[in-house]
C-alpha cells in the first residue's frame, strides 16, 4: 500500500527527496512519516506529518529536512539537505490512519513501505 522511492547515492551536504505514495482511500485524517535504520542499528523515527498541518522531527535532522503532504496526491515528502554520512540508512515511510499519541514507536504504524536506501558519503 506504500510505494517509497527517491533514495539514491549522494556526497555530504547534497540534498535529495523521498516520496511515499499511499494507495488508501483518503489521508484526510492519517499520520505519515518516515523511519529510518542504519546498518548494525535499531529502526529510528524521522520525521512525521500529521493531519492538521503538525510535524514531528527527532533531534538529529530538525533544520536539515523537512516533512510535508499532499493529500489529493496521497503522497509525503522528505526533503533532506545538508546531508551528512550518519544519514546513511534505509528510509522506510509509515502510515497510520488516524492519530495517536505513540507516534515515535513502530508498533503504532501497521503499514510500512518497502525502504529505500540513501546513502551520504564523505
Known amino acids: 500500500q506504500l510505494q517509497a522511492s527517491g533514495g539514491g547515492f549522494v556526497q555530504a551536504g547534497d540534498s535529495l527527496r523521498l516520496d511515499c505514495s499511499a494507495s488508501?482511500?483518503?489521508?484526510?485524517?492519517?499520520?505519515m512519516g518516515w523511519f529510518r535504520q542504519a546498518p548494525g542499528k535499531e529502526r529510528e523515527f524521522v520525521a512525521l506529518s500529521r493531519s492538521g498541518g503538525m510535524k514531528y522531527y527527532t533531534d538529529s535532522v530538525k533544520g536539515r529536512f523537512t516533512i510535508s503532504r499532499d493529500n489529493a496526491k496521497k503522497t509525503v515528502y522528505l526533503q533532506t539537505n545538508s546531508l551528512k554520512p550518519e544519514d546513511t540508512a534505509v528510509y522506510y515511510c509509515v502510515y497510520r490512519a488516524s492519530w495517536t499519541v505513540a507516534w515515535r514507536t513502530e508498533s503504532s504504524y501497521h503499514h510500512w513501505g518497502q525502504g529505500t536506501q540513501l546513502t551520504v558519503s564523505s
Open positions: 488508501v482511500e483518503t489521508l484526510s485524517n492519517a499520520a
